[in-house]
C-alpha cells in the first residue's frame, strides 16, 4: 500500500530551482534557462496566469528599459487625479505616457510558455517545503498533492512572493511590515475624458496607502491598500465605490476580476543571498516603501540574480554573492522610507488634507509631481552587474 506522503526522486539534478512563478520567477527562468542552465520553476499554484494579485500599473521607466510584448499592455495613462480626503482634486498631467496596465494573465502565460521552451521544466500546483544542504548544493523537498517528492539543485531561488518560505529555509531575513492591497476589475466602464490614474489620499478607506481607480479606457480597476490591523479592505472598497458613483457609471460595468494580497513596505532586505540561494521580488522587499509599486524591482532584481547565479555556479566564487545585497539598494530608499514612516504615522484625516493642500499650491507641486512621474523607481543594477562581469571575468 502506497504511504499518503509516498516519496520519489524526480528524474536528474537541476542546476536552479525556483520556487515561486510570479513576475520575479518568470523573469528568473527565462534568464537562466535562456543561457543553458538546467531550471525547474514551481509554484503551488497549477498556472501562473490564472491567480494574478497586483493592479499590473508599469510605470515609464520600466516600459522603456523593458522589452515589454505590446499586447500585453493596456493604453497609456499620462493623468493623474489626486483626491484629499474632503474630495479636492489635484490634477497632474504628463507630456509623455508614464503608465500602462498590464494584462498580466497574458504575460505571465507567455513568460512561461518563454521559459520553457527555453529548457526550463515546470510543475504547478507544487509547494516547496524545505531544503537541506547536500554537497554543492541543495535536496530540496516539494509537494504535489498528495505527494512528496526530492530533488537535487545546486542553487535555490525565492520567488515565493512577501512571506516567503525559502527566506525563511535558507535562514535569510524575512518581510517584516506590509501593507495588504484589495481590488476589483470592471469592463464596461465609459471613460468621460483621458485615460487616468484616480488617487484618494484618505486614512479612513485606506489607511497608510491609498485607494485607487484606474480607468484606461478598456479595463478599470477599483481598490483600496493599507495596514491590515486598521481597515477592512472589502468594506472601504464598498465605501470607495460609492464615493467614485458620481465620477464613473458603472450602471454596465462588468466585475471580471478580485485580486489582491499583501505588499511589503519594509524596504530591500539587507541578507537575500547565501551559498545555497538567493531571493527575488517582494520575498527580498524588493518594493517601494512609498508607492508599493513592486514590479519593476522584480524586473531588475531578477536580471541582476540571474547574472550572480550564473557567475556563481559557472566559477564557484562565493566572493560573487557579496554583488547581491540589499544593502547596495538601501541608501536609494532612504526619502521614500521616510515617507512611509510619516504616512504610517499620522492617521488624522485632517493631515492628509493639509498636505493635499500643500501639494496644490506652487512650490509642493514638484513633490507630487516627481512621486508619480519621477523615474525614481528601483535602482539600476548596471553597475553590479558589471561588478559581477569584471569579477568573473565575463
Ligand atoms: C493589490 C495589489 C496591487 C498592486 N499593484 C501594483 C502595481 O500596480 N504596480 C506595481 O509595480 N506593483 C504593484 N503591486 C506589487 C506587485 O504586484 C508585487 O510587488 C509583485 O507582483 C511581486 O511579484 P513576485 O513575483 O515577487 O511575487 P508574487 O507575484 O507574489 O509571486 C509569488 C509566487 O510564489 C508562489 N508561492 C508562494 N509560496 C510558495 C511555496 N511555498 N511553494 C511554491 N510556490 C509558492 C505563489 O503562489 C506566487 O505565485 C501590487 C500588489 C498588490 C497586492
Same mark, same amino acid.
Given at each position: 500500500?502506497?504511504?499518503?506522503?509516498?516519496?520519489?526522486?524526480?528524474?536528474?539534478?537541476?542546476?536552479?530551482?525556483?520556487?515561486?512563478?510570479?513576475?520575479?520567477?518568470?523573469?528568473?527562468?527565462?534568464?537562466?534557462?535562456?543561457?543553458?542552465? @538546467?531550471?525547474?520553476?514551481?509554484?503551488?499554484?497549477?498556472?501562473?496566469?490564472?491567480?494574478?494579485?497586483? /493592479?499590473?500599473?508599469?510605470?515609464?521607466?520600466?516600459?522603456?528599459?523593458?522589452?515589454? *510584448?505590446?499586447?500585453?499592455?493596456?493604453?497609456?495613462?499620462?493623468?493623474?487625479?489626486?483626491?484629499?480626503?474632503?474630495?479636492?482634486?489635484?490634477?497632474?498631467?504628463?507630456?509623455?505616457?508614464?503608465?500602462? =496596465?498590464?494584462?498580466?494573465?497574458?504575460?505571465?502565460?507567455?513568460?512561461?510558455?518563454?521559459?520553457?521552451?527555453?529548457?526550463?521544466?515546470?510543475?504547478?500546483?507544487?509547494?516547496?517545503?524545505?531544503?537541506?544542504?547536500?554537497?554543492?548544493?541543495?535536496?530540496?523537498?516539494?509537494?504535489?498533492?498528495?505527494?512528496?517528492?526530492? %530533488?537535487?539543485?545546486?542553487?535555490?531561488?525565492?520567488?515565493?512572493?512577501?512571506?516567503?518560505?525559502?527566506?525563511?529555509?535558507?535562514?535569510?531575513?524575512?518581510?517584516?511590515?506590509?501593507?495588504?492591497?484589495?481590488?476589483?476589475?470592471? /469592463?464596461?466602464?465609459?471613460?468621460?475624458?483621458?485615460?487616468?490614474?484616480?488617487? $484618494?489620499?484618505? *486614512?479612513?478607506?485606506?489607511?497608510?496607502?491609498?485607494?485607487? =481607480?484606474?480607468?484606461?479606457?478598456?479595463?478599470?480597476?477599483?481598490?483600496?491598500?493599507?495596514?491590515?490591523?486598521? $481597515?477592512?479592505?472589502?468594506?472601504?472598497?464598498?465605501?470607495?465605490?460609492?464615493?467614485?458613483?458620481?465620477?464613473?457609471?458603472?450602471?454596465?460595468?462588468?466585475?471580471?476580476?478580485?485580486?489582491?494580497?499583501?505588499?511589503?513596505?519594509?524596504?530591500?532586505?539587507?541578507?537575500?543571498?547565501? *551559498?545555497?540561494?538567493?531571493? %527575488?521580488?517582494?520575498?527580498?522587499?524588493?518594493?517601494? *516603501?512609498? /508607492?508599493?509599486?513592486?514590479?519593476?524591482?522584480?524586473?531588475?532584481?531578477?536580471?541582476?540574480?540571474?547574472?550572480?547565479?550564473?557567475?556563481?555556479?559557472?566559477?564557484?566564487?562565493?566572493?560573487?554573492?557579496?554583488?547581491?545585497?540589499?544593502?547596495?539598494?538601501?541608501?536609494?530608499?532612504?526619502?521614500?522610507?521616510?515617507?512611509?514612516?510619516?504616512?504610517?504615522?499620522?492617521?488624522?484625516?485632517?493631515?492628509?488634507?493639509?498636505?493635499?493642500?500643500?501639494?496644490? @499650491? /506652487?512650490?509642493?507641486?514638484? =513633490?507630487?509631481?516627481?512621486? $508619480?512621474?519621477?523615474?525614481?523607481? $528601483?535602482?539600476?543594477?548596471?553597475?553590479?552587474?558589471?561588478?559581477?562581469?569584471?569579477?568573473?571575468?565575463?
Amino acid at each position: 500500500m502506497q504511504a499518503a506522503w509516498e516519496v520519489f526522486i524526480m528524474s536528474g539534478h537541476y542546476d536552479v530551482i525556483i520556487v515561486g512563478a510570479g513576475l520575479a520567477g518568470l523573469q528568473c527562468a527565462r534568464l537562466l534557462a535562456g543561457r543553458g542552465l @538546467r531550471v525547474l520553476l514551481v509554484d503551488r499554484r497549477p498556472a501562473p496566469h490564472r491567480y494574478v494579485h497586483t /493592479t499590473g500599473i508599469f510605470v515609464r521607466k520600466t516600459l522603456e528599459d523593458f522589452d515589454l *510584448p505590446p499586447d500585453c499592455l493596456g493604453p497609456a495613462v499620462r493623468d493623474v487625479i489626486l483626491y484629499s480626503p474632503g474630495g479636492r482634486a489635484l490634477h497632474l498631467s504628463s507630456p509623455r505616457d508614464e503608465f500602462r =496596465v498590464g494584462r498580466l494573465r497574458r504575460l505571465y502565460a507567455l513568460w512561461l510558455e518563454e521559459a520553457c521552451r527555453a529548457g526550463a521544466a515546470w510543475s504547478g500546483a507544487t509547494r516547496f517545503l524545505r531544503s537541506e544542504p547536500s554537497g554543492a548544493g541543495s535536496v530540496v523537498s516539494l509537494q504535489t498533492g498528495g505527494r512528496r517528492w526530492q %530533488v537535487r539543485a545546486r542553487f535555490i531561488v525565492g520567488a515565493d512572493g512577501c512571506r516567503s518560505t525559502v527566506a525563511r529555509d535558507l535562514g535569510l531575513d524575512t518581510n517584516r511590515e506590509w501593507i495588504v492591497g484589495a481590488e476589483e476589475v470592471y /469592463t464596461g466602464v465609459p471613460l468621460a475624458g483621458p485615460p487616468a490614474f484616480h488617487c $484618494f489620499l484618505d *486614512p479612513r478607506i485606506a489607511p497608510g496607502y491609498l485607494a485607487w =481607480v484606474v480607468h484606461d479606457g478598456e479595463e478599470t480597476h477599483i481598490g483600496v491598500g493599507g495596514y491590515p490591523s486598521r $481597515f477592512q479592505p472589502a468594506e472601504a472598497l464598498q465605501v470607495l465605490k460609492k464615493r467614485m458613483a458620481g465620477r464613473f457609471d458603472l450602471a454596465r460595468a462588468r466585475l471580471v476580476e478580485r485580486r489582491g494580497g499583501r505588499i511589503p513596505v519594509g524596504g530591500v532586505l539587507k541578507r537575500i543571498a547565501c *551559498p545555497r540561494g538567493l531571493l %527575488v521580488g517582494d520575498a527580498a522587499g524588493a518594493v517601494s *516603501p512609498l /508607492t508599493a509599486g513592486g514590479l519593476d524591482p522584480c524586473l531588475r532584481l531578477s536580471d541582476l540574480a540571474a547574472d550572480v547565479i550564473a557567475a556563481y555556479l559557472s566559477s564557484g566564487d562565493g566572493s560573487v554573492l557579496e554583488h547581491y545585497h540589499g544593502g547596495l539598494f538601501k541608501a536609494r530608499f532612504f526619502s521614500r522610507q521616510w515617507m512611509r514612516r510619516a504616512m504610517a504615522t499620522f492617521r488624522h484625516p485632517l493631515w492628509y488634507e493639509l498636505a493635499c493642500g500643500a501639494f496644490r @499650491r /506652487t512650490p509642493l507641486r514638484w =513633490v507630487a509631481w516627481h512621486i $508619480f512621474f519621477g523615474r525614481g523607481s $528601483f535602482p539600476s543594477v548596471e553597475p553590479w552587474k558589471e561588478a559581477v562581469r569584471l569579477r568573473t571575468g565575463g
